[in-house]
């Protein structure tokens, strides 16, 4: 039988429970409210007092009240069918949840993850008498477009003898499809499932690879400008109403990825609702499916229980790893780090641990290294590679990037996507400010590019700020150029109309070639006599760039434009180089 | 079972304690004290120590007052007589009606599963340019007026309750004055509203812990009257009046704060409120519309701050008109795209050419040669503020689109504007 306790406390979501008997920290206990069943985590332990905190709101709740200890730790469950789900933080299926319980999320109701009935069609893979490792591959199933690989339980150790392996056929989740022997001779039962704890890393390949491989984003001043890596990690922190969450949902669109991984954690619950009614209309251009099929969403929203937040991005990350272990390119995003960094803040301070900067806890940077630490680029023992690239977006207090989750944030990533207000106010969005961010990987565009046209900005800012000073009359007319240059190259191509159906997505060919046109341009000088002539033909080239950028890329009319614009250069360039 | 204790072992701020063995957590006391009774919620049980807030405040509160546990958590009045009523922040009839005891319901209840929500797609028109136009609000958005004292924010929210088409409104007052309470309250009268809403009221004048429970009172309403069927409007004013009384109680109960003293689960306490609007799949909707006054003007102070983290957008009052910067309705393109062809394109276009007006009126003020282009944008900003910006204008959206039309075609060539070519040739202003 299962350790038991009693409630002998409680503010807000934790509870303090007296027990006798083996208890192990992180292990998950339900608290009996009147029969209800609420799921808590041990956060401490203290002589014959653990002190709980429960994932569900915990009104009602009295002294005395009864707590059984599982003996496991928080997992998730693993198997095909998780592709296209919506997951609560703690796994459970909120449609399947919806039917049982209608409008409501009550406490203490508990539903498994996957359809336990559903029957996949198995193929076995592994030879009888094979000698296994954790994370071996035994087995496929067809999960929609994707061959799902069926593997040794990670929690296993190897080398494990295949015993037994059950014929290809149709299996639902919880029928024994083989059998393991390890050295000492116990056996194991394998099924199409299994279950991990979510906050210990997947760690089943050969080795880690450096992340060297674009990960586009069909997002123009993220791949030409500050690229992100397959493998790698980046951040967005801006203030609110800054485009975080419309940038993470274009990149949950549109990025070239094989699986999206969406933790919506502790921001609306009106913008999962969103991809939720959108992604099973939209195709995926690449196979030709709908995007749902490529997308699992972990929703843990801002009114829905604050522990549950946390485990929330845990649950999602390993669900990443899982599908990483496929040879697959998972994408996980996470919006937002800051929610989950408060959750950790509000546990710090119900434990009245000592607060480190604006009550956060001490050990804040450790977590937030660990968790961006879990993507990456692995090789698997077949040669095979497969990546997990985390975003997570950053809701700085005040807007202000000096607080301790940006810091913390910022000293591990690889790319980093500053929001700004000014740009976000003046509509020029995506609002990465271009004088701010950086990225640490290659790109679409060649580096040395990519620093030429960053020259440019910086120059183009410092001309700005001048004139401020001077006023345009007291600027000269090459730098005035100059500016007219930066502005250009800003509105056309880093300014992108996130809801403008063929601007809203860049493929690589089409950053490749509109980045080329105006590095041309930036690169030539032009025969502007005057300022007033020289915004005259900035406005004119701008509203053909403007019109060529919703053209749809090889049409004839998209051609058509090119050449005008072109021609347009041409025009002013004379003497100046050959004609483009 | 009735439990009533008669000794009170700690009073400390707005909190006492008391030692018992069976209260629940949230659950509800009422106290009979020389000051007349007053209803206390458990906020937390260690062992045999129970801690209680006490709504109407400690005052006069002695160590002898006779407490008794009611077995229940914070409930509200519920029922069709509901309408035309005027609550306190206890759920007590403020008005001379008759107490709705017998119809309760629990407040702050489970919150709404994701998967059953519909999108919200209901534009809400209110004949102000600056919502209707650039930034639309919806049926089931949340948002907020983000105001500073002086400011006519009471007055623009009882503008959008009137001219808004809904059926039932909620108002929830939080420490506003006694004057503003009386202005809502004759607003509603004059128009007739006042027999399809709902008051919850607490003045700067009532006890502060009061003021804790008007939200989820409000909100409780609002959202049985919903799943009724209904499309309620839910007015919440002032949210920062609210976050002050969270604070004390937090600083009460010696809780670290995480800034500027304000305890450090302020977004999930607020988050918790706002997320209740919704649009509910067959049924009603949940419309919920706030004041938050911004200590200072400055909205980077953490009550304003973790608001627009967790609303809809916001509404930015400034020298009484609503700011094209800093205001935003996060759910305009939910709408936008069904109204007519330029409007989202030509909002942002409005806006754009505004920001670049603005640093043009900058360079003027400090005395730079103006030079052709920056006259336009001078003449265009002037325009803009009088026709569009003035909070007195009330128009339909139509007539606002066609205006900023002719506003950019008196200011402007249409390559200035940045708009497609496309909509210039379906909408420029000929002749
Ligand atoms: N790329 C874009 N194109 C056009 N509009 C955008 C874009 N990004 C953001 N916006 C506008 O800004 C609004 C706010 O964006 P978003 O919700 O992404 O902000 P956020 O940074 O996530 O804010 P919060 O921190 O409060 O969640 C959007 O509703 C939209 O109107
Ligand atoms: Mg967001």
Redesign the interface.
């Known amino acids: 039988m299962s350790l038991q306790g009693t409630v002998v406390g409680i503010t807000g979501n934790l509870v303090k429970v007296a027990f006798d008997g083996k208890l192990m920290q992180n292990e998950i206990a339900l608290v009996d409210l009147k029969g209800q069943k609420l799921k808590g985590e041990v956060i401490r332990i203290r002589g014959n007092e653990a002190e709980v905190q429960i994932f569900e709101d915990t009104k009602g709740i009295g002294k005395g009240d009864k707590v059984e200890f599982t003996g496991t730790l928080l997992s998730v469950q693993l198997g095909p069918g998780l592709l296209g789900m919506l997951f609560d933080g703690l796994q459970n299926p909120l449609n399947a949840l919806a039917e049982e319980t209608g409008f409501f999320t009550p406490r203490g109701h508990h539903i498994a993850p996957l359809d336990l009935n559903q029957k996949w069609a198995f193929t076995g893979t592994a030879k009888l008498g094979q000698s296994l490792y954790p994370g071996d591959c035994f087995g496929t199933v067809p999960e929609g477009r994707f061959t799902h690989k069926i593997q040794i339980p990670y929690g296993l150790t190897g080398p494990l003898e295949l015993v037994d392996l059950r014929p290809d056929g149709r299996y639902n989740l919880t029928e024994p499809i083989g059998t393991l022997k390890n050295q000492e001779g116990e056996t194991f039962e394998l099924r199409l499932s299994f279950e991990w704890p979510v906050k210990k890393a997947i760690r089943c390949y050969e080795e880690r690879l450096m992340p060297t491989e674009p990960m586009v984003t069909q997002v123009r001043i993220v791949d030409s400008l500050f690229p992100v890596a397959k493998g790698g990690t980046y951040c967005i922190p801006g203030p609110f109403g800054a485009g975080k969450t419309v940038l993470q949902q274009i990149t949950s669109r549109y990025a070239e990825v094989d699986i999206v991984i969406i933790a919506a954690c502790g921001e609306r619950a009106n913008e999962v609702v969103e991809t939720i009614k959108e992604f099973p209309e939209l195709i995926d251009p690449r196979t030709g499916k709908s995007l749902m099929e490529r997308t699992i969403i972990i929703c843990n929203t801002s009114s829905m229980p604050v522990a549950a937040r946390e485990s929330s991005v845990y649950t999602a990350v390993t669900l990443g790893e899982y599908y990483r272990q496929m040879g697959l390119d998972v994408l996980m995003l996470a919006d937002s780090t800051s929610r989950w960094a408060q959750a950790l803040r509000e546990r710090s301070g119900r434990l009245e641990e000592i607060p480190g900067e604006e009550a956060f806890p001490a050990y804040l940077e450790s977590m937030i290294a660990g968790f961006y630490e879990r993507a990456g680029r692995v090789r698997f023992k077949g040669g095979e590679v497969g990546s997990l690239t985390i975003g997570g977006t950053v809701s700085p207090a005040g807007g202000n990037f000096d607080e301790p989750v940006t810091k913390a944030t910022l000293k591990v990533v690889g790319a980093f996507h500053g929001l700004s207000r000014e740009r976000s106010d003046a509509r020029r969005f995506p609002a990465i400010d271009p004088l701010e961010s950086w990225s640490k990987y290659q790109g679409v565009v060649l580096n040395q590019k990519r620093l030429k046209m960053a020259g440019l900005l910086k120059r183009v800012n410092e001309i700005n700020q001048m004139m401020k000073v001077v006023g345009e009359e007291g600027t000269s007319t090459d730098d005035f150029i100059t500016f007219l240059k930066g502005e250009f190259f800003d509105s056309v191509y880093l300014q992108q109309n996130a809801f403008d159906e063929v601007d809203a997505a860049t493929p690589r060919e089409r950053q490749a070639e509109g980045f080329e046109l105006v590095e041309n341009l930036v690169d030539r000088p032009l025969n502007l006599e005057d300022k007033v002539l020289a915004r005259e033909f900035f406005n004119h080239l701008r509203q053909r760039f403007i019109d060529w950028n919703s053209l749809t890329f090889g049409s004839e009319p998209y051609k058509a434009k090119k050449r005008e614009i072109l021609n347009l250069i041409n025009e002013k360039s004379q003497g100046h180089g050959k004609d483009l | 079972m009735e439990r009533i204790y008669n000794r009170i072992l700690q009073i400390a701020g707005n909190v006492i304690m008391v030692e018992a063995?069976?209260?629940?957590?949230?659950?509800l006391a009422r106290i009979e004290s020389a000051q007349g009774t007053s209803l206390a919620e458990v906020?937390?049980?260690?062992?045999?120590q129970v801690f209680l807030q006490v709504f109407s405040g400690t005052a006069g509160v002695s160590t002898q007052d006779r407490l008794k546990f009611l077995g229940h958590?914070m409930q509200a009045p519920f029922s069709p007589s509901l309408l035309g009523r005027i609550f306190d922040g206890k759920g007590t009839p403020r008005d001379a009606g008759p107490n709705l005891a017998d119809s309760l319901i629990e407040t702050?209840?489970?919150?709404?599963?994701?998967?059953?929500?519909?999108?919200?797609s209901k534009m809400i028109r209110t004949g102000i340019p600056m919502i209707d136009l650039f930034n639309s609000l919806v049926e089931?958005q949340k948002i907020s007026i983000f105001s500073s004292s002086g400011e006519p924010h009471n007055a623009l929210l009882a503008r959008i309750a009137l001219q808004a088409e809904v059926d039932i409104i909620v108002l929830g007052c939080m420490g506003v004055l006694y004057d503003d309470y009386l202005f809502f309250k004759e607003q509603l009268e004059n128009t007739d509203a006042m027999n399809r809403t709902v008051l919850f009221v607490h003045t700067a004048s009532d006890p502060v812990v009061e003021a804790l429970k008007v939200p989820d009172l409000a909100l409780a309403v609002a959202e049985n009257f919903a799943?009724q069927g209904k499309r309620v409007l839910t007015l919440l004013t002032d949210m920062t009046n609210f976050a002050d009384a969270l604070k004390e109680i937090a600083i009460i109960m010696e809780?670290?704060?995480?800034?500027r003293g304000y305890?450090?689960?302020l977004?999930?306490q607020l988050?918790?409120r706002?997320?209740?609007a919704?649009d509910?799949k067959g049924?009603g909707s949940l419309t919920l519309v706030s004041v938050t006054t911004m200590p200072g003007n400055d909205v980077?102070h953490?009550v304003p701050?973790n608001t627009?983290?967790?609303t809809?957008?916001?509404y930015y009052l400034n020298g009484g008109r609503i700011e094209p910067?800093?205001s935003?309705s996060?759910?305009k393109?939910l709408v936008n795209?069904n109204t007519r062809s330029d409007h989202?394109a030509i909002m942002?276009a409005m806006?754009?050419l505004y920001?670049s007006s603005r640093e043009t009126e900058?360079?003027r003020a400090?005395g730079?040669?103006m030079?052709?282009?920056?006259q336009k944008l001078l003449l265009y900003n002037k325009l803009f503020a009088q026709k569009l910006m003035d909070l007195e204008v009330n128009i339909p959206l139509e007539g606002a689109l066609d205006l900023c039309w002719s506003i950019l075609a008196q200011c402007f060539?249409p390559?200035?504007t940045?708009l497609?070519?496309?909509l210039i040739a379906k909408y420029w202003p000929t002749g």
């Open positions: 063995d069976g209260p629940k957590f949230g659950e906020i937390k049980v260690d062992h045999n958590g702050a209840g489970p919150c709404v599963n994701p998967a059953t929500r519909v999108l919200p089931a799943l809780q670290v704060p995480s800034n305890p450090g689960d977004y999930t988050a918790q706002y997320e209740k919704a509910f049924a980077t953490p701050d627009g983290y967790i809809e957008g916001q910067f800093g935003l996060r759910l393109q795209k989202r942002d806006i754009q920001a900058e360079k400090m730079f040669k030079s052709p282009w920056d060539t390559e200035e940045r497609k070519s496309e």
